[in-house]
């Protein structure tokens, strides 16, 4: 048990309020983040292989290669998890084990097949659900070869045929599907390096992006339609990312734009024409010309529509928005501006007060402040803008500052991690909040991450995981950390 001092017990958080019925606490990972193992058992590489071999690309110059080695280690891993009373873990299947040359028409990788089957398995036996992601940004790095990855049409039937061989494979053991992680995150990276090296013609670094969202976006319908027809027993959905901020100037009709831009851009991009209108935000239809961004026909937009079974988001915090400072229609009329086409400012300080929205996070991770004050007025938010019956709040977590400096030696420092668990308790109770005072259908929430793992750019330095991983040590031991604990606890006198 960890030491009573420094944060609320978690039994003291709204000890009278309980989570509803069949509620799924989870933990987060995704294959290339923890897995390694990269060329093992027929994997092929994915654009994160590539990318993490480009010097300078990582920050601290590290490969998820062998990472955490999770690929050999899931059946410890989940032990480790149950123990926690842990009842849920989000993950991912990466196409590259499935497909290692990503193509339809290229050889199923049975080995990869085999190895998900026995992860799913391992899960089921030790009471936790397993809920899978389809595509965590590891395109396989043949496709980006072949014809430029999601900046090609031609993605759209392999990603379909990728996600009817793992439907298929795993259809009654999985209940809980998402086709694609983040797609906005996904997609702004498509447009620059390394992804960039392999544009098919007519593609440039302003259109990438949004030639990527609308293929992406066909190959999700595509892949639900399948799903549908092929009467895969579950639900499916994807997991959006950021929030629905406030205006920084609360009276300033600039700053009210700029919230609606932001949102267009980051959430409505995906989520109205899947939820709500079958068609992109008119901000986007107004800021970006059919050469940036391609327009739907009405077939395409009968298929998007409705091509979820719930609304689901990674939401980690909560911004003030404003106008740069040159004024939106400048900015958007300027497609020089380096604030262009968005046209929105994020401000993490009180206007009025000059007060941070909350405690900073690792100097890594600059977006990430703690707000859980805004939880329940953003879950309004996206219960109103993008109706569904049910919402999973599929990631959040923290990095603890400057943990990616501390030695091995310092571990009983590491694993004090305080500012990780406010985080997660106080994230907790404002969600418990916004089911029960305000109705808000969440069924399910997921701690991001089950261990520290290869965070995208920031490399093994900024660390997320809920369990320390000794990295200096050939066995790669984890070690959990007082987050892990609180977590336990939270969720042991809340269910
Ligand atoms: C992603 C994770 C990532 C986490 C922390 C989410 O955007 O889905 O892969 O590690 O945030 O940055």
């Known amino acids: 048990m960890f030491p009573s001092f420094f944060a609320v017990a978690p039994k003291d958080i709204l000890p009278d309020l309980k989570y509803p019925e069949g509620f799924i606490f989870g933990v987060d990972s995704a294959a290339y983040q923890v897995e390694g193992a990269v060329m093992e058992e027929g994997k092929g590489p994915s654009i994160w292989d590539l990318a993490s071999r480009q010097p300078g690309f990582i920050t601290d110059n590290t490969t998820a290669d062998v990472v955490d080695l999770h690929y050999y280690l899931y059946k410890e891993d989940v032990a480790r998890i149950a123990a926690l009373g842990v009842n849920g873990h989000s993950f991912s299947v990466s196409w590259a084990r499935i497909f290692p040359f990503g193509a339809a028409d290229s050889p199923v990788n049975q080995a990869g097949l085999d190895h998900y089957a026995d992860v799913i398995a391992t899960h089921l036996e030790a009471n936790i659900t397993p809920v899978v992601t389809l595509f965590h940004w590891d395109t396989p790095l043949a496709l980006n070869l072949y014809y430029g990855g999601f900046a090609s049409p031609n993605i759209i039937d392999d990603f379909i045929h990728y996600a009817k061989t793992v439907f298929t494979a795993y259809n009654g053991s999985v209940?809980?599907?998402?086709?694609?992680?983040?797609?906005?995150?996904?997609?702004?990276?498509?447009?620059?390096?390394?992804?960039?090296?392999?544009?098919?013609?007519?593609?440039?670094?302003?259109?990438?992006?949004?030639?990527?969202?609308?293929?992406?976006?066909?190959?999700?319908?595509?892949?639900?339609?399948?799903?549908?027809?092929?009467?895969?027993?579950?639900?499916?959905?994807?997991?959006?990312?950021?929030?629905?901020?406030?205006?920084?100037?609360?009276?300033?009709?600039?700053?009210?734009?700029?919230?609606?831009?932001?949102?267009?851009?980051?959430?409505?991009?995906?989520?109205?024409?899947?939820?709500?209108?079958?068609?992109?935000p008119q901000i986007l239809k107004d800021t970006l010309s059919p050469d940036i961004l391609p327009r739907f026909t009405e077939e395409d937009s009968k298929d998007l529509l409705g091509s979820a079974d719930f609304f689901a988001i990674d939401a980690y915090r909560t911004y003030w928005n404003a106008a740069p400072p040159e004024g939106i229609s400048a900015c958007v009329n300027n497609s020089s501006d380096p604030l262009w086409p968005g046209c929105f400012v994020e401000v993490m300080f009180d206007f009025n007060t000059g007060w941070a929205s909350g405690p900073a996070a690792d100097p890594l991770t600059p977006w990430l402040q703690a707000t859980p004050q805004f939880l329940r007025p953003s879950f309004k938010q996206y219960h109103q803008r993008w109706p569904a019956p049910k919402i999973y709040y599929s990631e959040f977590g923290f990095t603890e500052p400057f943990a990616g400096v501390r030695t091995p030696q310092e571990l009983f420092q590491i694993t004090e991690d305080v500012e990780r668990t406010t985080y997660f308790m106080t994230y907790l109770g404002e969600l418990l909040l916004s089911i029960q005072e305000d109705g808000i259908p969440v069924v399910g929430a997921f701690a991001w991450a089950i261990m520290d793992n290869a965070e995208w750019n920031s490399g093994l330095s900024a660390r997320f995981g809920i369990q320390y991983v000794n990295y200096s040590s050939p066995t790669l031991e984890r070690t959990y950390k007082r987050s892990a604990f609180a977590l336990s606890d939270f969720f042991q006198t809340h269910l």
């Open 175 to 280: 209940h809980t599907w998402y086709t694609f992680n983040e797609p906005q995150v996904f997609c702004a990276q498509v447009g620059g390096a390394p992804f960039n090296a392999t544009f098919p013609p007519g593609i440039d670094s302003t259109n990438a992006q949004f030639h990527c969202s609308y293929y992406l976006l066909k190959a999700h319908a595509g892949a639900v339609k399948a799903f549908r027809e092929m009467n895969i027993t579950g639900e499916i959905a994807f997991k959006n990312s950021d929030y629905v901020g406030m205006p920084w100037r609360a009276n300033n009709t600039e700053d009210i734009e700029a919230v609606e831009r932001t949102v267009a851009f980051n959430i409505g991009v995906f989520s109205d024409p899947i939820y709500t209108t079958g068609d992109w």
